[in-house]
């Protein structure tokens, strides 16, 4: 297996339909002897070169490595899953319940691009877009909504509350004290969980740096994301005053 199978596998998050609006693929396999011709329903072969080394067992099955997986769907694309999948792969991450340590380092990722194969050139220029600080897929691609809009934001800034003790935000425009925080599908997961949130948001209003604080959800991000961005942009106008 490879690609987005291979990802699922090995605890690489990567976009789904339910988050941005397209038909998942099915299986998808790399046929390293080129030979491959058959075509079946739900299932995609890609037929590239593939060193043995390349390859691991996960579960009982072949499937490509980190590097050579997040490789690959960096040079499949569509951007914004290869930049989930990367930043997925490079930082600590809770999949399916359990916390897990980075899978892989920048340099890995370097490397396994090195062969001239289709789209390495594309994929190296979307690596130097990676923050591996990123927390969930949502963040992710609400940076990506951000510079695309021509914002840029610090991404998880450190700060310290009132009275001790530290903070981190998603996103800071220092300049303008806004904040922009993103919550994930599971955000609020009990009421213990939703009153430390809001305890939580309370201090960092408290802070210094931030006038402005601005929350969306994952489906406004995956959904919404031009109400975002006009949003960011109008609490931006108003503080630049």
Known sequence: ???????????????????????????????PGL???????????????????DVVRCGGLRVTDVPRTVADLLRAGPRDGALVAIESALGYRTVAGVRRP???????????LEPPLQGAARARDWLHLADRRSGSPAETVARLRMLDAGLRPESQVE???PGGGRRFLDFLFRREGVAVEIEGYAYHGSREAHRRD????????????????????????????????????????????
């Open 1 to 31: 297996m490879s690609h987005r199978s291979a990802a699922g596998l090995l605890q690489i998050e990567t976009l789904d339909v339910r988050r941005d609006g397209r038909e998942a693929p099915g299986l998808e396999f790399t046929d």
């Open 35 to 53: 030979t491959t011709r058959q075509s079946l329903a739900d299932v995609r072969v890609h037929r590239i070169p593939l060193a043995e080394i």
């Open 102 to 112: 980075p899978l892989t380092t920048p340099a890995a990722l370097a490397l396994a």
């Open 159 to 161: 700060l310290r509350v």
């Open 198 to 241: 809001v305890s939580r948001f309370n201090q960092v209003l408290r802070c210094p740096e931030v006038r402005t604080l601005l929350r969306y959800t994952a489906e406004a991000v995956f959904h919404h994301p031009a109400q975002m961005i006009r949003e960011i942009r109008s609490a931006l106008n108003r503080r630049g005053e």
